[in-house]
């Protein structure tokens, strides 16, 4: 693995936990987008989106630019390609192996009503 | 609008989801519509566990599974990928019916210590996988296997997907 420095490679990973600022981060890959805005496509509060972005700025991932009385946040100048990349990974083994097992779970499901109809009968 | 549309197609399917809580600490988590007897029993004979831990895109293929799920009750898993292959084992430490399992991973003095938690509600079971690591690099290193592991062979998962769902239907 590249060696990166350790205090920004955590806070990054600690950014990047949680699926609502990934989400912002992909939104704002697209476009710039006031608080206001990424709230409303969240459906979450203003408080609340703040505090996400906050995160996320002080790792580094976004940044905020005022312009009059808007505050606009585009992507900061930290490449998350590795970080993300490393936890992006995990996740795909383990919806991967996930996916499997809600197969079991049905079929076990499926497997318990027969049977508890046969006991009925 | 795409976005919101976006949210809540991913909203329909349960998410995985996976948090590095901290330098040596990973959870993973996930509901599973089903109740937790039935998701434990999944986790706990090794005939059911076999058929979904090793999905066949990660381009491995599991030579054998025992499992002797009691305290202190060992396990094995043994991979074949490409032509090398590898063990996996440990001792189970808590075993819990329904509801917790905690076992050691042994193959290296890396390896972490896995805590498996099942909770119930409505008929569907919340699951938290808790893997801790003795060192943030025993952790850096297992992200980077897994990254190994999945990498190449991702992109067929979507194809695999689609014919296991067709073959297996919806009850």
Redesign the interface.
């Known amino acids: 693995m590249v060696q990166y420095s350790q205090a920004r490679f955590d806070a990054s990973f600690a950014a990047l936990s949680n699926a609502t600022r990934r989400g912002v981060l992909e939104q704002l890959g697209r476009a710039d987008a006031s608080i206001t805005d990424l709230a409303e496509k969240f459906r979450m509060t203003l408080t609340g989106m703040k505090k996400h972005v906050g995160v996320l700025e002080q790792a580094g991932l976004v940044t905020m630019e005022k312009v009059g009385r808007v505050r606009t946040c585009k992507l900061g100048p930290r490449r998350l390609d590795e970080e993300a990349a490393w936890i992006e990974r995990y996740s795909q083994l383990w919806d991967a192996r996930f996916d499997e097992l809600d197969k079991v779970v049905e079929e076990l499901k499926r497997k318990e009503k027969v049977d508890g109809r046969k006991k009925r009968e | 609008m795409d976005?919101?549309r976006e949210?809540e197609v991913a909203l329909m399917k349960?998410?995985?989801?996976?948090?590095?809580?901290s330098?040596r600490e990973?959870v993973?988590t996930?509901t599973?519509?089903?109740p937790a007897r039935?998701?434990f029993?999944?986790w706990t004979k090794p005939e059911?566990f076999r058929?979904?831990?090793v999905?066949k895109?990660?381009g491995m293929s599991l030579l054998s599974c025992e499992m002797d799920v009691r305290v202190g009750g060992r396990y094995r898993l043994e991979f074949a990928h490409g032509d090398s292959q590898a063990a996996f084992f440990g001792t189970y430490k808590e075993v819990t019916p329904h509801s917790r399992l905690v076992w050691t991973n042994e193959e290296s003095d890396q390896g972490s210590v896995t805590t498996v938690t099942f909770a119930e509600k409505d008929g569907k079971t919340l699951l938290v996988?808790h893997e801790l690591y003795p060192s943030?690099e025993a952790l850096?290193?297992a992200?980077?296997g897994?990254?190994d592991?999945?990498?190449e062979t991702?992109g067929q998962?979507d194809e695999l997907?689609v014919t296991?769902g067709a073959s297996?239907g919806?009850?």
Not at chain 2, 14 to 21: A, D, I, L, P, S
């Open positions: 976005a919101r949210s349960n998410r995985t989801m996976v948090e590095r809580k330098e990973l993973v996930r599973f519509n089903g039935l998701v029993e999944a059911l058929r979904w831990w999905p895109s990660m996988m943030k850096d290193a992200g980077t897994a990254a592991a999945m990498g991702f998962l997907l296991l297996v919806r009850s």
